[in-house]
């Protein structure tokens, strides 16, 4: 089983910029798909982004489109969401998630239960 951990989180103002990590211990993420969700008060999480196993292939939410990049480095275990141009929307806790052997696509597409580990967690807070 992979463990995650989020980090990188914290206030900014809008139009700031941010860069997420996930550390992942247990495993090794090659085989894997990774992908990055959020959840706001009140509502229900929602995807962002996701890559897959080589980091070639990325898919991202319309609403992050143009502004957020998800990247990982697999020699150091990591995946990295840098966000910029950061809008008060965007506030929400952000997690990070697993699923062996999926697309990009896949992990943006698929119901949430059927990913694999999920993080604790990072908060992200923008204000205006």
């Known amino acids: 089983q992979v463990q995650l951990a989020e980090s990188g989180g914290g206030l900014v103002q809008a139009g700031g910029s941010l860069r997420l990590s996930c550390a992942a211990s247990?495993?090794?993420?090659?085989?894997?798909?990774m992908g990055w969700f959020r959840q706001a008060p009140g509502k229900e999480r929602e995807f962002v982004a996701a890559v897959d196993w080589s980091g070639d292939n990325t898919y991202y939410a319309d609403a992050v489109k143009g502004r957020f990049t998800i990247s990982r480095d697999n020699a150091k275990n990591t995946v990295y969401l840098r966000m910029n141009s950061l809008k008060v929307d965007d506030t929400a806790i952000y997690y990070c998630a697993s699923k062996k052997w999926a697309s990009a696509q896949d992990m943006g597409e698929m119901d949430f239960g059927n990913l694999g580990s999920w993080g604790q967690g990072t908060q992200v807070t923008v204000s205006s």
């Open positions: 247990g495993r090794t993420l090659m085989s894997y798909a």
